[in-house]
């Protein structure tokens, strides 16, 4: 089964399982872009929409989404948001470089089959200076979690990964520096992470 079809699926009950247990969470995180001037937002993965509800209203989002059936619930919660929707694929991004100031990545690093491609396209569209936000589960570097791994099997090809280990990710997207990084929930299995995109041209000499 396609992840495309898995989440056509799940959408009707993802709700449910997800919203109250990441919703202190996901505001956390999202506090962050009050702090930012106005600019454009992508939110790559967004689902269903639970990030909508805590979005600074003073950004311009762009959510992007696999599945018809989550944008169908999503659209339903940007009523009177400043929030415009497409479907796509996260992995390959239908923006030119550069074109936003922030990206949000929440639950979507460990879900799509390709996490390093996620994150370079995240920093392809991304501007000079602009910011990621991630939040999601990982192993540490190291770490043998024997039974995730023995899980992930089987968890891969239905809704999420178990064996993403963030700084592998990472290392696909060179231009970022991460800049904030802590444990949210099951004993830090759960992170909130803050990357940047270096500016290059604030280091060049006149």
């Known amino acids: 089964m396609s992840l495309?079809?898995?989440y056509a699926l799940i959408a009707p009950l993802y709700d449910a399982f997800l919203s109250a247990a990441m919703r202190d969470v996901r505001a956390r995180s999202l506090a962050a872009l009050t702090e930012r001037p106005a600019g454009d937002v992508l939110i790559a993965g967004i689902g269903t929409g639970?990030?909508?509800p805590h979005l600074p209203s003073h950004h311009r989002y762009v959510g992007i989404d696999?599945?018809?059936a989550m944008l169908a619930k999503a659209k339903r919660r940007a009523?009177?948001?400043h929030v415009r929707l497409v479907q796509g694929d996260?992995?390959?991004l239908p923006f030119a470089d550069a074109r936003f100031d922030a990206v949000v990545?929440?639950?979507i690093l460990a879900v799509v089959p390709d996490p390093p491609s996620c994150l370079a396209e995240a920093a392809r569209v991304l501007r000079p200076g602009?910011?990621?936000?991630v939040f999601d589960k990982f192993l540490k570097p190291g770490e043998r979690a024997p039974w995730r791994r023995a899980l992930n099997s089987l968890t891969r090809h239905v809704a999420t990964r178990l064996d993403v280990v963030f700084e592998d990710v990472l290392a696909a997207a060179p231009t970022l520096e991460r800049h904030h990084d802590e444990p949210a929930l099951a004993g830090g299995w759960f992170r909130l992470i803050r990357l940047r995109k270096a500016d290059r041209t604030a280091h060049r000499e006149d």
Do not use: A, E, F, P
Not at 130 to 133: A, I, K, N, Q
């Open 4 to 6: 495309k079809h898995s």
């Open 50 to 52: 639970l990030d909508i």
């Open 66 to 68: 696999l599945t018809g």
């Open 79 to 81: 009523t009177g948001n």
């Open 90 to 92: 996260v992995q390959r």
């Open 105 to 107: 990545l929440h639950l």
């Open 130 to 133: 602009g910011h990621v936000l």
